[in-house]
């Protein structure tokens, strides 16, 4: 599935103090190569988050436009727009997004749910998602139970039991140590290798050695090292 951005750029109003308004992502032309890990560096604030949620259908773009197999994402009804993205684009955010009310197991097989139902062979994935992160044993453990990290490769789960075409991960190795960043971005390589497009933004410089292709984000400018 290819993902193409053609002239992306999102523009903020200010409420108050200097100019009026401001460019998170200046004008960006962007094809994210298929079976690939492309990793996208950047200090925060530089506009990589804008940058993944216009490609991922969460933030329309101030103009420019975004085609995945060559629909333009955004000419879609909300509707529609929902249900191909959870159907086709894997999102890891930042932070915790679990529903507190359900255990690890039901967080990640949330996305099946949505437009659909669980049957056996959906069960087995999600629990080999759940092993392939390292949190196997908290499959029955509510949220509240597990630290950062562990909530952190949760959500990464989720993000591939509808084995996505396209995966897109914010920070996918904030709040882990060394053994498990090794052990997500050995996952997210593992991911591109079958198959699936994969980007990431991230500060971790240990992405480098994982990644197949390496970009920079600086002042919403998409640039090669």
Do not use: W
């Amino acid at each position: 599935m290819k993902l193409k951005a053609e002239r992306i750029c999102k523009k903020f109003n200010r409420k108050t103090g200097g100019a009026s308004y401001f460019y998170a992502l200046k004008e960006t032309d962007f094809e994210l190569s298929e079976n690939s890990l492309t990793a996208v560096y950047g200090r925060s604030g530089g506009g990589k988050t804008t940058f993944l949620n216009i490609l991922g259908g969460l933030l329309a773009p101030t103009d420019g436009k975004v085609f995945i197999d060559g629909r333009d994402v955004y000419s879609m009804p909300d509707k529609e727009l929902s249900k191909f993205r959870n159907m086709n684009i894997g999102i890891i955010p930042q932070g915790s997004t679990a529903l507190p009310a359900l255990t690890v197991l039901e967080n990640v097989l949330l996305p099946k749910l949505m437009y659909g139902r669980i049957d056996d062979s959906a069960l087995k994935y999600a629990m080999e998602l759940l092993k392939k992160v390292g949190i196997f044993e908290l499959s029955e453990a509510m949220p509240n139970e597990l630290s950062g990290g562990e909530l952190r490769r949760m959500a990464i789960a989720r993000a591939l039991v509808n084995k996505p075409s396209v995966l897109l991960a914010d920070e996918p190795t904030g709040d882990l140590d060394d053994e498990n960043t090794a052990l997500v971005l050995s996952v997210l390589k593992d991911t591109a290798k079958n198959g699936t497009s994969v980007l990431m933004v991230t500060h971790e410089s240990e992405a480098e050695n994982y990644a197949d292709i390496v970009l920079k984000m600086d002042s919403g400018i998409l640039k090669n090292l």
